[in-house]
Structures are given as structure tokens and as C-alpha cells.
């Protein structure tokens, strides 16, 4: 088992885990609307499938949301 760190709270993995692993593991809504950011670094949607993550990565699942006009 392993520690990492998911949108700010502690989380036991067993490794090894990809990103799209991760998205499943955590039920992630809309996942083709998601960017992940690992240890403050945004990773290519192309690499979800073979990012591999480690023991202590801080993992950010991120959404843009666009805004109406006033």
C-alpha cells in the first residue's frame, strides 16, 4: 500500500496506478472534462493511461468552469 495525496486528503493506493486507475478508483464525474494536475504539474490527457503515480504524490483533479456575462 501506498500514501498519496487526492484534492487534498490523504489516500491509501495500492501501486502500481495510472491516472485513469485513480479516476476510476475515486468515481471521478465527467472524466473526459477533468485535468489532472500531479505535484503541481499538469499531465497530458494523453498520458492518463501511462502516467504512473508514487508513493507521496499530490494529485489534483481540476474542472474549468466558464462563466455567463452580466
Known amino acids: ?22 479516476i476510476k478508483l475515486n468515481n471521478i464525474l465527467q472524466p473526459d472534462m477533468v485535468s489532472i494536475q500531479v505535484n503541481e504539474e499538469f499531465v497530458e490527457r494523453s498520458e492518463f493511461e501511462t502516467f504512473s503515480l ?14 455567463g456575462a452580466f
Open 1 to 22: 500500500m501506498a500514501n498519496i495525496i487526492v484534492n487534498g486528503k490523504n489516500q491509501e493506493v495500492t501501486l502500481p496506478l495510472t491516472l485513469v486507475d485513480l
Open 54 to 67: 508514487k508513493e507521496g504524490d499530490q494529485v489534483d483533479f481540476l474542472y474549468f468552469m466558464g462563466g
